[in-house]
């Protein structure tokens, strides 16, 4: 039978009640805080990040994993006789994509599938689940690929920023920078397009930006069936909590087959900072 392994990045942050007992292997990126290196997810959580955030002097950065940490992966996998879909942060947000084809390209092996999945999060959690389930249900390679690429088209996600001080300062501001200078009462509702943070608008109460972050919502998943949902949150889970609540009053049951709450992961908390919430899906899947 068919072994095939799917490899991501921290940044899908699946929680664990979902990856367990799939082949799902995580390469970390890192949280750089001074002299400090912590590894996404492994050195450092969410609520510790937080918490040190507000009383940091100085501000952490992010870096991308090794060619050499994906290396280590990849090999150790193909040793156990695993064909690998490696499926990874937008190469427009991160340069972790590069990093996995360096390393493929060290191993010169052809059993190694690298996709941009142009998303991050949960966006890329679900992206990555999907792949993983039909893995351990005995898809070939060339199955686990083609659903790989297939999924790039119906994931995506939706988010409202507190401010956008952190996307600005870490270079991941895109199209957003419109945006900036605005008044600081205005929250900017956002989303992942092509694998870029594109503006939406901006809206005066977060109450209001969440009402529309659904609308828009309903916009891009249109009436594709069935939905896989995630409300994610940086540090806000009393606000993701009432607009899950929210998003299962929106839809069927039998249409939303999945819904979870999931925080970002530190790496990401540092470019949307704290308060961030937001929607990721997949849809048609």
Known sequence: MSKVAVVTDSTAYI???????LPIYVVPLQVVWGEETYRDGIDIQPLEFYTRLKTAKVMPSTSQPSPEAFRQVYATLLEEDYDIVSIHISAKLSGTLDSAIQARE?????????????????????????????????????????LAERAVNHTGAVFVVSTLEFLHRGGRIGGAAAFLGTALNLKPLLELRDGRVEAVERIRTMRKALERLLELLDERVGQRSPLRLACLHANAPEEAEALMERVRQRYPQERLVELVMAEVSPVIGTHTGPGTVGIAYMAGM
């Open 15 to 21: 929680p664990r009640s979902l990856s367990q007992g």
């Open 106 to 146: 060290m191993l010169k092996s052809e059993r190694i599938a690298l996709i941009d999945s142009k998303v991050t999060a949960m966006a890329l959690g679900y992206h990555v689940l999907s792949v993983a389930r039909a893995a351990a249900q005995g898809a070939s390679f060339e199955a686990c690929k083609d």
